[in-house]
């Protein structure tokens, strides 16, 4: 079990691209969060299994049809033990 917290850059706001990594998360069992912030960018909190968490991303990279994601970063954060995955407002 690893965590990983990605800021995604982009149009990722209004675009239902919160629901869509959520499903996604949950289809992956990966715990944690995502959150709209305040410069435009979103914000993932993901902890899972490190092939999960690739397969993530390349969701994230992906996204959902209506969004674009023009940069992530990403970086290995300290598992917090999260239960459940879910949408921070």
Do not use: C
């Not at 996604?24 to 709209?36: R, W």
């Not at 993932?44 to 992530?72: P, Q, R």
């Amino acid at each position: 079990m690893i965590g990983k917290r990605y800021i995604v850059y982009g149009r990722v706001q209004g675009v239902g691209f919160r629901w869509f990594i959520n499903n996604v998360a949950e289809n992956l069992n990966i715990k944690g969060y995502v959150m709209n912030m305040p410069d435009g960018s979103v914000e993932i909190w993901a902890e899972g299994e490190a092939d999960s968490l690739y397969t993530f991303k390349n969701y994230i990279l992906k996204g959902n049809g209506f969004s674009f994601v023009e940069n992530i970063e990403e970086e290995i954060v300290p598992v917090q033990g999260y239960t459940h995955f879910s949408i921070k407002y």
